[in-house]
């Protein structure tokens, strides 16, 4: 057995206790100040220059800034918004938070490959930057991260990423040279009616009326006005108005998002949502508001950079999976829209083709902890194949 993998090894159980840490205390996004605390706290203890004092709760760190290329390695640290259903022993202990997406996992693999290297402390013809960032799951965090003063004065040149998936089995490595995961774009309608009695309607404008016109006229954008072979899906997941059985309510609010992968697309929906806007707003003679809110744009590796990260994973993955498509969306779009760079789904589904594990965002959700070693390895394989010394 090698030293690396003697390290691995001794490593394992460590980075499993870290995920589990994480899992018991999850933190929504922008409010990950204890789990920022605990990161500095070991990265500080292994000999890191820390910068913690940033984007609210994002935490940076590196090592000696040696001369060459400068690769940032990310992983993202909110939780979600549910109520844990399962019977972990390390369940979440914060009511209505959990760590639903693998984010736990995403920070103690990233603290796996920071120890390692810390500790083995190879020659580098350049430097990593570990960046554990805040509000990932609808914050945009991403975009925050990489417009930052710090990240900008870092000179990075690459950036890289895995997110475990339990949609794949343990060992899968998914990771296109191009398009990856699509586009995720809020919006909401305000419908302005004029309320009365359920028994006059014709001496007010019904809103719920108007928003169910609304509902039918936005899925036509995808089923009539886009080209059925283009992967795309809108959804409208609330609407509300009304208190009463027999009161026409003065207001609907609708929300909804639609994904693509396509800037053109995503520009062309926009436009069509605007007009459906106007053109019911006119047929019903009131006032519709359109609201634009969260927005990530597709994620698209870039090909060298994939093949590289591919490459990484050689001999540790079973499959490496070069064309699949997902309607996922993840801010991560935004560093590879600035860097080149590439992110890979590391499959945590169990050792089975059935997937064994809950789906991602589900109020039991849990991965293959098999697949946290492996990440550190495909981290750190990807570091010896960008910085390492022949």
């Not at 039918?216 to 899906?233: F, G, K």
């Not at 089975?352 to 965002?361: C, D, E, I, K």
Request: charge should be negative; include cysteine; glycine fraction near 8%.
């Amino acid at each position: 057995m090698g030293k690396i993998q003697t390290w691995l090894n001794d490593l394992s159980q460590e980075v499993i206790s870290w995920r589990r840490h994480f899992h018991q205390f999850p933190e929504l996004s922008w409010e990950e100040n204890k789990t920022a605390k605990f990161i500095s706290g070991l990265l500080c203890q292994w000999g890191y220059k820390v910068y913690d004092d940033f984007q609210k709760t994002a935490v940076l760190a590196h090592g000696k800034l040696n001369p060459g290329l400068k690769i940032l390695l990310r992983a993202d640290m909110d939780a979600l918004e549910i109520e844990e259903q399962g019977c972990l022993d390390f369940k979440s202990k914060y009511p209505g938070v959990m760590h639903a997406c693998g984010h736990d996992g995403h920070i103690a693999m990233l603290l796996g490959v920071a120890k390692l290297l810390s500790e083995i402390s190879p020659e580098l013809k350049g430097s990593v930057v570990f960046c554990f960032q805040p509000a990932e799951e609808g914050g945009a965090g991403g975009q925050e991260v990489v417009n930052s003063e710090l990240v900008k004065s870092m000179g990075i040149e690459e950036a890289y990423a895995l997110h475990l998936y339990t949609g794949a089995p343990t060992g899968a490595f998914i990771c296109p040279d191009k398009e990856f995961l699509a586009s995720a774009d809020e919006f909401e309608f305000i419908v302005h009616g004029i309320s009365t009695h359920g028994a006059m309607p014709h001496t007010g404008i019904d809103p719920i009326v108007i928003g169910a016109d609304l509902v039918l006229a936005v899925q036509s954008v995808i089923s009539r006005n886009m080209n059925p072979l283009d992967q795309t899906v809108m959804t409208i997941g609330k609407f509300s108005s009304g208190q009463a059985h027999n009161v026409i309510p003065d207001r609907a609010q609708l929300l909804g998002s639609f994904r693509t992968f396509s800037e053109p697309n995503r520009n062309f929906i926009k436009t069509r949502l605007q007009e459906i806007k106007e053109g019911c707003g006119l047929t019903h003679r009131t006032k519709i508001d359109l609201n634009f809110y969260a927005s990530y744009p597709p994620t698209r590796n870039h090909p060298e950079q994939a093949r590289d990260f591919r490459k990484a994973a050689q001999g540790i993955c079973d499959s490496l999976i070069e064309n699949q498509l997902l309607l996922v969306a993840e801010d991560f779009s935004f560093y590879l829209n600035k860097y080149p760079g590439a992110m890979a789904f590391l499959g945590a589904g169990g050792s089975n083709s059935t997937q064994q594990y809950p789906p991602h965002h589900s109020s039991n959700f849990n991965f293959d902890e098999n697949a946290l070693i492996k990440g550190v390895e495909i981290f750190w394989n990807l570091i010896q194949l960008k910085l390492g010394k022949s």
